[in-house]
């Protein structure tokens, strides 16, 4: 018998014990959706007509702050003022030094935006950097009749409008996350923390803390609870940048729409600390056989400085649209504080098909039977319709697959190098195997970023191919005009 | 999709992404869970949790670093926290040796019926370790990390993870049962 690593004895051991295979994506799912905002619509029709009503006056172009009827609350959305709860009054606690205070709680009929700030953490025991954190259970919200709901989505960010934590000095957090599947008729609830997130190692803060919270109707000017929406008349100011990678007669692979706004600013959010810019982008359509990809945004404030950014989650509703949904839609969260003004760039790839039927097809033995992750280390240099590639290596991603579940992956990784800042992705194909997806990391930065002339294909398949194999690349696309629109926003 | 392409998709708010790691990641780290936990139900709320958290704070996460032993060192501390409140917590003996000599005899066994055999040994070998012990042989010889990583990922000095290795070795030899290795 074969001698084994230690490594695959402890996952014999592991799997001897494992009831077959889990599917924790189900439940994942779960707890990190929030109920669409159409379907608030389609049981709510006071609001749709409060939206239409809405979006009748976003047309004008004017910029006006909403009024008292409606707020935005980051992971519920724009909700009206008349179905809310919130708390009565802030409740806090303090153990051993540190301070948790639950500040606001805000509740519709189904969902609930809690938001609670934890002080007193000193450098020694709070490490809010992951994996060094180890609390990893989430806070639940418990109500009388025995049930409970634990939190969902939600962020977690340093007091004082900090974006990043500062670990040598420590101090807190303030963290708002949403609950799904709220008792329409709650009046009381126990936000029961089992621990705080952040802590060095398990027991080195208080833990289990139980805070009971009382919910009341909202107040007339619960309004101002929320985070105030601006719609803003779409800007027509852009500057638009154009770089072509030096390969030579690159071909047209724009064509201009005659669109005069390439991206626009809708919306943005007076998120406390931060603001949430949304818009839409409409960059000019590729040529009928070209293709277009986002690449990414760049945000830079009046002095040239690089601003970070968050990006919303995809599922957010922003006025009944989500990212998720509405591939135009687009949304970043920055921090109150850059210099003025915020340049908004907008960076999108345009690549073009290479005119040639060249392909190139090397052998490859995977052997019997590849093993997860078994790495190939193939070195291969090849030209494709005269482009010079380098196969660097192949990987098997090979988990048992249970036919008609999610569970379990059959596939190859393949990862490529160029120093040809032309050469954009190709077709990968196994030769007399059909894949079931394919998906692509072309080499699309521009040439100087720290990505580039990286390429990956993945190619998973009904079951893993095996043996002998012909591998064939194909279809070379190559990168066109990089296109950036840049916009400015004043606060 | 690969996993830096993964994490560039979830940072902007693509949550397909997290599906694509889900499905990836949720076997070792479950197996890995299992190995501290001794519990699976538990093991799977420990990593079920342990992407939730991830997501949650995916904006702090540096692309530039690997997300495997990124994320896997998150499901060893969650099991170790989790093991903290669980009722279910064993430690009877503090011998991390009995589990080396079990794995170095595995590792040579002849037939499958013996190979088996020692797997269930060394499963109940495990659950006799403290959870802290039961985590030094699971980066260690599971995850394969070095010391000096198991020192950084545990946060205790890198002479106390040689003294946890070492002495085990030492008393490798005396805990070899008689017959043990009369193949």
């Known amino acids: 018998m074969k001698q084994k690593s230690y490594r695959e004895i402890l996952d014999s051991v592991a799997s001897d014990s494992l009831e077959g295979q889990a599917d924790l994506w189900p439940r994942i799912a779960a707890q990190v959706e929030r109920k669409s905002f159409m379907k608030t619509l389609r049981t709510r029709p006071l609001m749709a007509i409060v939206l239409a009503l809405l979006i009748l006056l976003a047309l004008t172009g004017v910029a006006y702050a909403i009024g008292k009827s409606l707020g935005y609350i980051p992971g519920i959305g724009m909700v009206e003022t008349s179905s809310l709860r919130v708390l009565a009054e802030q409740v806090s606690q303090t153990r051993d030094g540190v301070t948790v205070t639950v500040e606001k709680a805000i509740l519709n009929a189904d969902n609930a935006l809690i938001v609670l700030k934890v002080e007193g953490l000193s450098h020694d025991k709070f490490v809010p950097l992951e994996p060094l954190n180890t609390c990893i259970s989430t806070e639940e919200l418990r109500f009388l009749s025995g049930g409970y709901v634990k939190s969902g989505s939600g962020t977690t960010k340093p007091l004082n409008g900090a974006m990043v934590f500062d670990t040598s000095v420590g101090g807190g957090f303030e963290s708002s996350y949403t609950y799904t599947h709220i008792p329409s008729d709650a009046a009381d609830a126990t936000l029961f923390i089992p621990c705080i997130w952040g802590a060095l190692s398990p027991g080195i803060l208080p833990e289990n803390w139980e805070l009971p919270l009382h919910f009341v109707p909202a107040p007339p000017d619960a309004a101002l609870t929320m985070m105030p929406v601006t719609e803003i008349a779409p800007s027509t100011n852009f500057q638009t940048a154009t770089t072509v990678p030096n390969v030579e007669s690159t071909p047209s692979s724009v064509v201009n729409t005659g669109s005069t706004k390439p991206i626009t600013l809708t919306q943005v959010i007076e998120a406390g600390d931060s603001y949430i810019l949304v818009g839409e982008d409409y960059p000019p359509a590729p040529s009928q056989s070209g293709d277009g990809q986002l690449v990414d945004w760049i945000l830079t404030d009046g002095n040239g400085e690089k601003v970070d950014y968050q990006v919303p989650p995809a599922d957010m509703d922003f006025g009944g649209r989500t990212m998720l949904a509405d591939k135009k839609l687009w949304a970043v969260q920055v921090a109150r504080g850059f210099a003025p003004p915020l340049h908004i760039t907008h960076r999108y790839r345009y690549v073009f098909p290479v005119d040639s039927q060249d392909t190139y097809g090397f052998e490859f033995d995977a052997g019997a039977n590849p093993q997860q992750d078994q790495v190939w280390n193939v070195n291969q240099e090849f030209q494709l319709a005269g482009h010079q590639v380098r196969l660097t290596t192949i990987t098997a991603d090979n988990t048992p697959v249970i036919t008609g579940t999610p569970i379990g992956v059959a596939g190859y990784w393949f990862r490529f190098e160029t120093d040809d800042p032309a050469v954009n992705s190709f077709t990968v194909s196994i030769d007399g195997y059909i894949p079931k997806k394919q998906q692509s990391t072309p080499n699309n930065f521009a040439e100087g970023d720290s990505l580039a002339g990286q390429l990956v294909e993945y190619l998973t398949y009904p079951e893993l191919p095996t043996g002998k194999l012909k591998v064939i690349f194909s279809n070379l696309f190559l990168n066109g005009e990089l296109r950036s629109w840049t916009m400015e926003w004043q606060p | ?183």
């Open chain 2, 1 to 183: 999709m690969d996993d830096s392409h993964a994490i560039r998709r979830l940072k902007r708010g693509e949550v397909g992404a997290l599906e694509t790691l889900v499905l990836r990641y949720q076997e070792k780290a479950i197996r890995t869970a299992f190995l501290i936990t001794q519990d699976e139900p538990l093991a799977q709320d420990v990593v079920q949790e342990t992407f939730i958290q991830m997501y949650r704070h995916i904006g702090q996460f540096d692309e530039a670093c690997a997300f495997e032993p990124y994320f896997l060192r998150s499901v060893v501390n969650a099991c170790l926290n989790a093991l903290k409140t669980s009722a279910k917590q064993i430690s009877l003996d503090d011998d991390l040796s009995q589990v080396e000599s079990l794995l170095s005899q595995a590792a040579s066994a002849e037939t499958e019926v013996e190979g088996r055999q020692f797997r269930a040994e060394i499963l109940s070998a495990l659950s006799r370790l403290k959870p802290r012990q039961r985590v030094v042989v699971v980066q260690r010889y599971y995850l394969e990390m070095s010391e000096k990583e198991m020192s950084a990922a545990l946060d205790i000095p890198a002479g106390t993870v040689k003294w946890l290795l070492n002495g085990a070795r030492t008393k490798l030899r005396a805990l070899l049962g008689p017959g043990r290795r009369a193949k």
